[in-house]
T-cell receptor, first 113, second 118 residues
Framework: AQSVSQHNHHVILSEAASLELGCNYS??????LFWYVQYPGQHLQLLLK??????LVKGIKGFEAEFIKSKFSFNLRKPSVQWSDTAEYFC???????????FGTGTRLTVIP | NAGVMQNPRHLVRRRGQEARLRCSPM?????VYWYRQLPEEGLKFMVY????????ESGMPKERFSAEFPKEGPSILRIQQVVRGDSAAYFC????????????????FGDGTRLSIL
């Protein structure tokens, strides 16, 4: 069965620190990969997505993610976090051509001013 | 607000009652998805619908749960005879029509309905 693992449940950083959130998935076929963010009291918003092509994907708000096929990973990065990045981050995977998303359990990021 | 609209935001039911959750997709979107988020867990796919059709219900519990997306009106997720374990946040997402195999359209999410069972 397909699954998505986010190993960091809660990450606490100071402003300007660099961020990397891990995401690994288990599925041998072709996948589409997503990172969603949920700010407090808001709905999930798409940060970035990978369908094909350049494995380094740039998203909104300075976030990027790198797809490493050999490691089944799609880690999210940001060089310098801000207090406003405090949110919950979800990695999601879908099989290419399928429509349902498989989500990780989420990583809560707290940025201290 | 042209986003995905879910109502109600909060719904309280007693055990044995019925819960109806509504979702209006974004304008121009013809695909609707329902997900459930239990406390301390990630979102779990339940069902995928297009107008008047259930495309994939592999994540739906076999009993008490049903979903529809009629030709007119919102998509409805219906839970009959609710139990405590149904307490969760239920999220709806919508997307445009896929243009071809391998071209998944990003899903846009609503604010969710938080269902509490007394």
């Amino acid at each position: 069965a397909q699954s998505v693992s986010q190993h960091n449940h809660h990450v606490i950083l100071s402003e300007a620190a660099s961020l990397e959130l891990g995401c690994n998935y288990s599925y041998g076929g072709t996948v589409n990969l997503f990172w969603y963010v949920q700010y407090p009291g808001q709905h999930l918003q798409l940060l970035l997505k990978y369908f094909s092509g350049d494995p380094l994907v740039k998203g909104i708000k300075g976030f990027e993610a790198e797809f490493i096929k050999s490691k089944f990973s799609f880690n999210l990065r940001k060089p310098s976090v801000q207090w406003s990045d405090t949110a919950e981050y979800f990695c999601a995977v879908s099989k290419t051509g399928a429509n349902n998303l498989f989500f990780g359990t989420g990583t809560r990021l707290t940025v201290i001013p | 607000n042209a986003g995905v609209m879910q109502n109600p935001r909060h719904l309280v039911r007693r055990r044995g009652q019925e819960a109806r959750l509504r979702c209006s997709p974004m304008k121009g979107h013809s695909h609707v998805y329902w997900y459930r988020q239990l406390p301390e867990e990630g979102l779990k796919f339940m069902v995928y619908l297009q107008k008047e059709n259930i495309i994939d219900e592999s994540g739906m519990p076999k009993e008490r749960f049903s979903a529809e997306f009629p030709k007119e009106g919102p998509s409805i997720l219906r839970i009959q005879q609710v139990v405590r374990g149904d307490s969760a946040a239920y999220f709806c997402a919508s997307s445009r029509l896929d243009r071809g195999l391998g071209s998944n359209q990003p899903q846009h999410f609503g604010d969710g309905t938080r269902l509490s069972i007394l």
